[in-house]
C-alpha cells in the first residue's frame, strides 16, 4: 500500500488502478461505516461527471451498505453544493468522488465531515491507519443498508444566489462560461441566465470523457477566443468539480486569482459585507496581494497551502473572504468551500455596477516580480530526496535570508501529483530571477 494515501485535499489517481480500485473503495466505504458511521447511520455520496464516478460511487456504497449504513446518492453535482448541503443531511460524513481540474482518466474521494468541512489533518490520519492495518468487515443480514437516490441540484442553490442578487441582476451582461463539460454544467448557465446575463454557454455538455478536455480553468484558449469574437463582457470557466474560477476581461486576458481575491476584498468591504477587517490567502500568494489588502485598512493571513487550511485560518481570524492563487474562492457567507460559482456572481455583480470595462478594473493592485517554476518528476520519492539534500537545505536557507524583508521564497510537494513546487518573488525583478536560477542549479544537480 502507498506511503500516504491522502494529499492536501483527498485522495486522487487514475481510475481503475490502486488505490482506485472497486477492491479499495468497497474496504474504505466499510472502514468508513463502521468507524465513522455511527450516530446517524447515513452518509452522503456526490460525484463529477467522469465515467468512472457511477463505479466508484457502486464500490463505497457496497462497503456502506454492508456495514448497514444508508447511503444518499446525491448525483452529480459541485463539490461546494456537496459540502453546503451536508450539514442539513443527517448523516455522518459524505464523500465527494472526484479528480477536480485532472483530466477524465484520474479520479479521487475527498472526505468530507457532518459539518460539511474537510476532513482534517487528524481524521485523515486515522483513516489512513485504519485503511493500513488488517481489517476484517462484519457482517449482519439483519443490517444492510439502503442507497437512496436524493435530487440535489439548482433549487439548492438558489437560496445563496437570491441572498446575493436579484433576479436580472446582471440584465443584458454579456458573459461566455465555460462549464468543463463538469459537474456545474446545467446549473452555472441556468443561474447566470436567471440573472439576466446574456450567456454563451461552452463545455456543457458531458459525456463521461470530456471533462476538463481542452476546456474549463486548466484550458482557457477557447474561452478567452470566445469572449473576444463575441464581444463579451468578460468570461468565466470553472474546474470539473466547480470549486475553481478563471476570469477574463474582455480582451481575452485571463486574471491571476490573486487579482481576484483583491477584488472580491475590496467590494466587499465598500459593501460592508466584509467580516472581522480581515482577508486571508496562502503563503503562496503575491506579496503584492497582502500589501493591496493592507492599503484598504484590512489585515492580511497568510495559511498553508490548501483550501482547507484557508478556511481553518478564516475561522480562526473571524474572516468570511478567503482564496488561493490557484482560483479557490470561499464566500463563507454563502458557501462552506470554494465556490466558482458564488465568486463568478459576485465579481460580475461588482463589474456590472461600475459600469467599467474588466480591464479599466483589472488589475487591481501590482504584484511583486516573480519566477515560479512546476517540475515534474517520475515520482514522489525522487521529490523527498532532493528537498532531504544537505545541499538544497542550505541553498533554500541562503536565498531565503537574502529575500528577507523585500521578498520571498516558497517550495513545496505537490499534495496530488510528482512535482516540486517553486515561488521565488521580490522587488526587484532581477533579484528574482537571479535566485531561481541558483536554486534550479542546485536542485538539477541532486535530483
Do not use: W
Amino acid at each position: 500500500m502507498a506511503d500516504k494515501l491522502f494529499g492536501t485535499d483527498g485522495m486522487r489517481g487514475v481510475a481503475n488502478t490502486f488505490p482506485l480500485t472497486i477492491d479499495f473503495c468497497t474496504k474504505l466505504g466499510s472502514v468508513l461505516g463502521r468507524y465513522f458511521c455511527t450516530d446517524k447511520h447515513r452518509v452522503a455520496i456526490a460525484y463529477d461527471t467522469r465515467i468512472s464516478g457511477s463505479m466508484l460511487f457502486s464500490a463505497l456504497a457496497a462497503g456502506f451498505t454492508a456495514q448497514g449504513i444508508d447511503v444518499l446518492d446525491l448525483g452529480i453535482i459541485p463539490t461546494p453544493l456537496c459540502t453546503t448541503l451536508t450539514p442539513d443531511l443527517e448523516t455522518d460524513m459524505a464523500l465527494m468522488i472526484t479528480a477536480s481540474h485532472n483530466p477524465y482518466q484520474d479520479n479521487g474521494i475527498k472526505l468530507i465531515n457532518k459539518n460539511g468541512d474537510k476532513f482534517t489533518d487528524l481524521d485523515t490520519a486515522k483513516v489512513e491507519e485504519l485503511m493500513k492495518a488488517p481489517f476484517e468487515p462484519e457482517y449482519n443480514p439483519q443490517q444492510i443498508g439502503h442507497v437512496i437516490i436524493t435530487d440535489a441540484g439548482i433549487d439548492d442553490y438558489f437560496e445563496a444566489v437570491n441572498s446575493l442578487a436579484d433576479a436580472n441582476a446582471l440584465a443584458g451582461m454579456k458573459i461566455a462560461i465555460d462549464s468543463a463539460n463538469g459537474a456545474f454544467s446545467d446549473i452555472l448557465p441556468y443561474i447566470f441566465k436567471y440573472l439576466g446575463a446574456d450567456v454563451i454557454s461552452l463545455s456543457d455538455s458531458p459525456d463521461g470523457y470530456n471533462i476538463n478536455e481542452n476546456c474549463g480553468s486548466q484550458h482557457t484558449e477557447n474561452l478567452c477566443k470566445t469572449v473576444v469574437e463575441k464581444n463579451c463582457r468578460l468570461g468565466i470557466a470553472v474546474d470539473g468539480d466547480g470549486d475553481r474560477i478563471i476570469i477574463c476581461d474582455e480582451n481575452g486576458k485571463r486574471l491571476n486569482g490573486d487579482q481576484i481575491i483583491a477584488y472580491l476584498a475590496k467590494y466587499l468591504k465598500e459593501h460592508n459585507l466584509l467580516k472581522g477587517n480581515a482577508v486571508v490567502s496562502t503563503l503562496y500568494s503575491n506579496m503584492g496581494l497582502a500589501k493591496y489588502i493592507r492599503s484598504l485598512g484590512l489585515e492580511h493571513y497568510a495559511s498553508a497551502v490548501g483550501e482547507r487550511y484557508v478556511i481553518e485560518k478564516m475561522r480562526e481570524v473571524g474572516s468570511n473572504l478567503g482564496g488561493e492563487e490557484s482560483g479557490h474562492m470561499v464566500l463563507s457567507d454563502y458557501s462552506r468551500t470554494g465556490d466558482a460559482m458564488i465568486a463568478a456572481i459576485v465579481v460580475c455583480l461588482g463589474i456590472f455596477e461600475s459600469g467599467k470595462k474588466v480591464s479599466e478594473i483589472f488589475p487591481v493592485f501590482e504584484p511583486f516580480p516573480t519566477e515560479a517554476r512546476n517540475l515534474r518528476y517520475d515520482n514522489k520519492e525522487i521529490i523527498s530526496k532532493i528537498l532531504e539534500n544537505a545541499e538544497v537545505t542550505k541553498c533554500i536557507a541562503d536565498i531565503t535570508a537574502r529575500l528577507a524583508g523585500h521578498g520571498s521564497l516558497i517550495i513545496r510537494k505537490s499534495g496530488t501529483e510528482p512535482v516540486l513546487r517553486l515561488k521565488i518573488e521580490d522587488e526587484d525583478a532581477a533579484v528574482a530571477a537571479r535566485e531561481v536560477k541558483i536554486l534550479l542549479d542546485c536542485i538539477n544537480k541532486h535530483a
